[in-house]
Protein backbone atom coordinates (compact mmCIF):
# COMPACT_ATOMS: atom_id res chain seq x y z
CA UNK A 1 0.00 0.00 0.00
CA UNK A 2 1.24 3.41 -1.17
CA UNK A 3 2.37 5.68 1.94
CA UNK A 4 -0.57 8.67 2.92
CA UNK A 5 1.72 11.45 2.38
CA UNK A 6 1.67 14.18 4.99
CA UNK A 7 -0.79 16.73 3.17
CA UNK A 8 -3.25 13.79 2.48
CA UNK A 9 -2.94 12.67 6.41
CA UNK A 10 -3.35 16.48 7.36
CA UNK A 11 -6.56 16.68 5.21
CA UNK A 12 -8.21 13.74 6.41
CA UNK A 13 -7.50 14.83 10.32
CA UNK A 14 -9.07 17.78 9.42
CA UNK A 15 -11.79 15.85 8.10
CA UNK A 16 -12.75 13.55 10.87
CA UNK A 17 -12.29 17.35 13.22
CA UNK A 18 -15.05 18.92 11.02
CA UNK A 19 -17.01 15.51 10.94
CA UNK A 20 -16.70 15.57 15.46
CA UNK A 21 -18.88 19.35 15.15
CA UNK A 22 -20.71 18.32 11.96
CA UNK A 23 -22.17 15.60 14.64
CA UNK A 24 -22.54 18.31 17.22
CA UNK A 25 -24.83 20.44 14.90
CA UNK A 26 -27.05 18.16 13.57
CA UNK A 27 -27.58 16.24 16.86
CA UNK A 28 -28.79 19.48 18.24
CA UNK A 29 -31.24 19.67 15.54
CA UNK A 30 -32.25 15.94 16.28
CA UNK A 31 -33.13 17.56 19.82
CA UNK A 32 -34.76 20.66 19.37
CA UNK A 33 -37.13 18.90 16.53
CA UNK A 34 -40.18 16.84 16.73
CA UNK A 35 -41.48 16.23 14.07
CA UNK A 36 -40.75 12.55 12.98
CA UNK A 37 -39.88 13.00 9.29
CA UNK A 38 -37.40 15.88 10.01
CA UNK A 39 -35.74 14.18 12.78
CA UNK A 40 -35.06 11.31 10.68
CA UNK A 41 -33.63 13.17 8.07
CA UNK A 42 -30.90 15.45 10.26
CA UNK A 43 -30.45 11.82 12.14
CA UNK A 44 -29.66 10.39 8.82
CA UNK A 45 -26.91 13.43 8.49
CA UNK A 46 -25.41 11.52 11.65
CA UNK A 47 -25.49 8.53 10.87
CA UNK A 48 -23.58 9.64 7.30
CA UNK A 49 -21.26 11.86 8.84
CA UNK A 50 -19.88 8.71 11.69
CA UNK A 51 -20.03 6.54 9.20
CA UNK A 52 -17.54 8.35 7.16
CA UNK A 53 -15.33 9.43 10.07
CA UNK A 54 -15.10 5.39 10.80
CA UNK A 55 -14.05 4.88 7.04
CA UNK A 56 -11.29 8.18 6.98
CA UNK A 57 -9.92 6.66 10.32
CA UNK A 58 -10.01 3.04 9.17
CA UNK A 59 -7.96 4.79 5.93
CA UNK A 60 -5.30 5.98 7.89
CA UNK A 61 -4.68 3.53 10.67
CA UNK A 62 -1.54 1.53 10.30
CA UNK A 63 -0.31 3.86 7.67
CA UNK A 64 3.20 4.42 8.23
CA UNK A 65 3.81 8.21 8.34
CA UNK A 66 6.71 10.39 9.20
CA UNK A 67 5.54 12.67 12.41
CA UNK A 68 3.46 15.51 10.87
CA UNK A 69 4.99 18.91 11.40
CA UNK A 70 2.52 21.31 13.12
CA UNK A 71 3.28 24.28 14.14
CA UNK A 72 1.34 26.68 17.06
CA UNK A 73 -0.92 28.45 14.32
CA UNK A 74 -2.07 25.29 12.59
CA UNK A 75 -3.25 23.87 16.08
CA UNK A 76 -5.48 26.79 16.52
CA UNK A 77 -6.90 27.27 13.24
CA UNK A 78 -10.37 25.87 12.49
CA UNK A 79 -11.88 25.63 9.19
CA UNK A 80 -14.84 27.35 8.54
CA UNK A 81 -17.41 24.62 8.83
CA UNK A 82 -16.51 23.93 12.26
CA UNK A 83 -17.00 27.23 13.18
CA UNK A 84 -20.94 27.10 11.82
CA UNK A 85 -21.44 23.70 13.25
CA UNK A 86 -20.30 24.83 16.55
CA UNK A 87 -22.79 28.22 16.10
CA UNK A 88 -25.72 25.39 15.35
CA UNK A 89 -24.56 23.43 18.06
CA UNK A 90 -24.37 26.12 20.76
CA UNK A 91 -27.56 27.96 19.71
CA UNK A 92 -31.23 27.45 20.78
CA UNK A 93 -32.56 29.31 17.82
CA UNK A 94 -33.80 26.94 15.39
CA UNK A 95 -33.17 29.37 12.19
CA UNK A 96 -29.88 29.57 13.60
CA UNK A 97 -29.28 26.23 13.66
CA UNK A 98 -30.70 25.28 10.17
CA UNK A 99 -28.43 28.22 8.78
CA UNK A 100 -25.46 27.41 10.68
CA UNK A 101 -25.60 23.73 10.04
CA UNK A 102 -26.47 24.34 5.92
CA UNK A 103 -23.21 26.92 6.06
CA UNK A 104 -21.50 24.55 7.97
CA UNK A 105 -22.24 21.57 4.80
CA UNK A 106 -21.53 24.16 2.60
CA UNK A 107 -17.95 24.58 3.49
CA UNK A 108 -17.30 21.24 4.43
CA UNK A 109 -17.95 20.49 0.53
CA UNK A 110 -14.90 22.56 -0.29
CA UNK A 111 -12.69 21.06 2.49
CA UNK A 112 -13.43 17.69 1.18
CA UNK A 113 -13.15 18.80 -2.27
CA UNK A 114 -9.85 19.72 -1.71
CA UNK A 115 -8.83 16.65 0.52
CA UNK A 116 -10.06 14.72 -2.41
CA UNK A 117 -7.65 16.36 -4.83
CA UNK A 118 -5.13 15.66 -2.47
CA UNK A 119 -6.06 11.79 -2.18
CA UNK A 120 -6.42 11.40 -6.03
CA UNK A 121 -2.49 11.72 -6.54
CA UNK A 122 -2.42 8.22 -4.45
CA UNK A 123 -3.41 4.70 -5.20
CA UNK A 124 -6.47 4.44 -2.53
CA UNK A 125 -9.83 3.89 -4.65
CA UNK A 126 -11.93 3.36 -1.65
CA UNK A 127 -11.17 6.20 0.09
CA UNK A 128 -11.70 8.42 -3.55
CA UNK A 129 -15.08 6.97 -3.83
CA UNK A 130 -16.30 7.37 -0.51
CA UNK A 131 -15.01 11.25 -0.41
CA UNK A 132 -16.55 11.68 -3.86
CA UNK A 133 -20.16 10.57 -2.72
CA UNK A 134 -19.76 13.21 0.39
CA UNK A 135 -18.82 16.16 -1.68
CA UNK A 136 -22.08 14.94 -3.75
CA UNK A 137 -23.98 14.21 -0.04
CA UNK A 138 -23.29 17.81 1.43
CA UNK A 139 -24.16 19.58 -1.89
CA UNK A 140 -27.63 17.84 -1.46
CA UNK A 141 -27.29 18.49 2.10
CA UNK A 142 -26.71 22.24 1.88
CA UNK A 143 -29.96 22.17 -0.26
CA UNK A 144 -32.64 20.23 1.41
CA UNK A 145 -31.94 21.48 5.20
CA UNK A 146 -33.69 23.97 4.74
CA UNK A 147 -36.66 22.12 3.78
CA UNK A 148 -36.17 19.43 6.91
CA UNK A 149 -36.33 22.64 8.99
CA UNK A 150 -38.86 24.26 7.41
CA UNK A 151 -41.54 21.07 8.14
CA UNK A 152 -40.25 20.58 11.24
CA UNK A 153 -41.40 24.22 12.66
CA UNK A 154 -43.95 26.86 11.78
CA UNK A 155 -41.65 30.38 12.44
Do not use: W
Not at 2 to 19: F, M, P, T, V
Not at 72 to 99: C, D, G, W
Not at 105 to 126: C, T, V
Amino acid sequence: MEKLNEDAIRSLKQLCEINEVRVKGYQKAVDMIKNTNSKKYFQVRINETNNLTDCINRSIEGVSFEKIKQNKIERTQIHQSQFYFTMAAASTNPRTVALSCQLGDKFAEKAYASALNIIQLLSFPELLKVLGKQVSSLRKSFETTQEAFDLAFVY
